[in-house]
Nanobody, 130 residues
Framework: QVQLVESGGGLVQPGGSLRLSCAIS????????IGWFRQVPGKEREGVSC????????FYADSVKGRFTISVDNAKNAVYLQMNSLKPEDTAIYYC???????????????????????WGQGTQVTVSS
């Protein structure tokens, strides 16, 4: 059984940093696209950052470029999202997800339109507020 468990969310002041972690079990990460998505109630889900574990290509939403960094630790079967210079508009529930890279033309395609049939975590709340 594949499980994705996010951690590291919380309350942080504007300008602060958080590091989200996603522990993945039940599946090897080879040849998978792995991503972080976020959603605010009443708004559409947004692909924040994704990485192809096949070739290392990454995607970042324009709103987080230069502030967020995605990374994968294959030895620990985990993916991370380092978030710096956080802004109130980064407040959302953040979800970790993965899917077979073969289902997508590119990692950008995965980040824009992930399949519902892929694997998803339960989410972790990030709140940026003073």
């Amino acid at each position: 059984q594949v499980q994705l468990v996010e951690s590291g969310g919380g309350l942080v002041q504007p300008g602060g940093s958080l590091r989200l972690s996603c522990a993945i079990s039940g599946i090897a990460l080879d040849y998978h696209a792995i991503g972080w998505f976020r959603q605010v109630p009443g708004k559409e889900r947004e692909g924040v950052s994704c990485i192809s574990n096949s070739d290392g290509f990454t995607f970042y939403a324009d709103s987080v470029k230069g502030r967020f960094t995605i990374s994968v630790d294959n030895a620990k079967n985990a993916v991370y999202l380092q978030m710096n210079s956080l802004k109130p508009e980064d407040t959302a529930i953040y979800y970790c997800a993965l899917d077979h890279m073969s289902e997508y033309y590119s990692v950008t395609g995965y980040c824009y339109s992930p399949r519902a049939a892929g694997y998803w975590g339960q989410g972790t709340q990030v709140t940026v507020s003073s």
